[in-house]
């Protein structure tokens, strides 16, 4: 009886595989299901690919895309997750447990970063044995983060999660839904994180009120558009160039307020770290090198957010997620 039931729920998930896979004659159809299989594909690839680099720790780039590609690979498995079922192992909360660990250590790495290339050789001597002490402080917690990652990557858990991710792509099974055309459901697959964005409180937020709950409300914004980001650039292909236009102008939102966010967690580690007294009065070149950072980053923030306070270009948004064009788009991408 178990084999009969086996073969019979292999024949339901190939009826789903074919069925996310159909198009009309004229090329033009392409589902949800099929979809959703091209971006989980593609975003797992990326992340085993830096596996080795990572665990080398030579080049921190590879950290870097790592990171990105689980926090794209969790993103996607929010946004196509009603067409998919996965195993266990390879479902959402493990990508993220494995994302919080890996942005551990590169949020050490940017901090570093920083101190060594950008702000070591703007200041004087006397300033520079500071920062050098914060840099190696920085060292030794990088030390026991790089520990985590090694074992995060090695342990049975990380394991499983690839051999899960390997047997869907292979025989990926799928929800009813994985046979709705793409084109029929975009606008409901981003609606949400249009909304989610545009109703953030951080847009009535001015340049001049970064400071204590308004910069941390900044920074969630910066969360926001970095998880609308990702969404909206797995569908880019089946939009128009206005679309793009929009993405890279989530991306340089994103970026700008990111600047400002490093500047203060750098500004708390110099606090609680190296300093006994105001970064103004014992390291006054580098504090006013740390507020010319957050003003450029800032300079066109008013100007920005009013904007997306508009309401014809947030409905022009809203108009634009309404009109896929997905005639370019081929099933055999």
Known sequence: MAKATTKVDRKATAKQSKQSKQKTAS???????????RIIAKQYHRLVKQEEGVLQDKDPEHLHQMRVATRRLRTALQVVGVAVKLPKPAQAKHVQALTKVLGTLRDLDVQIAALQ????????????KLIEQAIKHLHK?????FAEVKSALTEKRYGDLKAAYKTWLDQPEYTPLAQLPLEAVLPELLSP???ELLLHPAWLIAAADQSGDGGETLHDLRKTCKHARYQAEFFTEVYTKSFEAWVNELKQIQENLGIVQDTHVLLGILADDVLDSA???KMPKLNHAIQQQQTNAMTD???????????KFRRSLYQMILSPSL?????SK
């Open 327 to 331: 005639s370019s788009l081929s099933t």
């Open 117 to 128: 290339n950008e702000y070591h050789p703007q200041v004087p001597a006397a300033e520079q």
């Open 301 to 311: 923030w008013d100007a920005m957010r009013l904007k997306y306070l508009d309401t």
């Open 193 to 195: 994180l249009l909304s």
């Open 141 to 145: 917690q990088r030390n026991d983060a």
């Open 27 to 37: 090329g033009e159809f392409l589902s949800l299901g099929e979809y959703a299989h």
């Open 279 to 281: 970064l103004a009065d």
